[in-house]
């Protein structure tokens, strides 16, 4: 009897040691399908975090290998506007003190132009500030020059398409605010990119006409002086 209980006992513990050995593949393939699966979500989240930091504007334009050409044709452009206004206002023969308000008023979009050169995104108020600066000036700067423009001979035409662009500017500027999305997600989504293209592209018109302009009045002049 005492023979029959202990191959009895040993049958039972030989059985139990196979059978942690025939568990022990089991639980080592579900831990490794485990950790795979933890890593396959730290890795998501890490691609999601990249992919977050490359939507953000104006990152890759900071950093990237083309960001110095960019921002200095910004400030090019601005000081140019700059030189350009007073040129321009060097042909006309209006009153003095309205003539250098004008210059002064209608400088102010090339001196936010190279700001926003000066001033990447990377620092984001004083970048604001110069887009505000550009866009938004004249929706002051545009009615004042249009009124002293429209009392000189050859220049009414334009002066009046002033004071239209003026309201224009406007509604752009508010629609460009109504539409922005400050988020990563906002990068890839809206139309607040396209309406800034276009306030920019209506503000810099107008000032392409006003150098055509001048250009024009300074060469009838020389012919007259001929």
């Known amino acids: 009897m005492a023979l029959e209980k202990n191959a009895e006992h040993d049958d039972r513990r030989d059985g139990d ?9 089991l639980r080592a393939a ?9 890593g396959e979500r730290l890795g998501l989240v890490g691609g999601q975090d990249q992919r ?14 083309t960001a110095v050409f960019m921002n200095t ?19 006309t023969s209006g009153p003095a003190g ?72 406007v509604v752009l500027v508010v629609l460009f605010f109504a539409t922005f999305t400050p988020t990563a997600d906002g990068a ?6 396209l309406v800034q293209r276009i306030a920019v592209t209506e503000v810099l018109a107008s000032f392409v006409a006003m150098g055509a302009l001048a250009q024009r009045t300074a060469a009838t002049t020389a012919t007259v002086h001929q």
Not at 30 to 38: F, K, L, P, T
Not at 54 to 59: A, F, M, N
Not at 188 to 193: C, E, F, L, P
């Open 98 to 169: 309205a003539r250098r308000t004008c210059t002064a008023l209608l400088s102010l979009t090339g001196v936010g132009v190279a700001t926003d050169g000066v001033f990447t995104l990377e620092a984001m108020l004083p970048h604001s500030i110069g887009f505000l600066i550009a866009v938004a000036a004249p929706a002051v700067s545009f009615p004042v020059a249009g009124r002293y423009f429209r009392r000189l001979p050859g220049w009414r035409g334009f002066g009046t398409w002033l004071m239209v662009a003026a309201p224009v500017t």
């Open 188 to 193: 890839q989504h809206g139309i607040a990119g």
């Open 17 to 25: 040691e196979r059978g942690r050995r025939d568990r022990a593949p």
């Open 73 to 91: 044709a910004f400030v090019l452009t601005g000081v140019l506007l700059v030189i350009g206004v007073i040129g321009a206002l060097g042909t």
């Open 30 to 38: 579900v831990c490794d399908e485990g950790a795979d699966q933890h």
């Open 52 to 65: 977050e930091e490359e939507l953000i504007p104006g990152e890759d334009r900071a950093e990237g290998g």
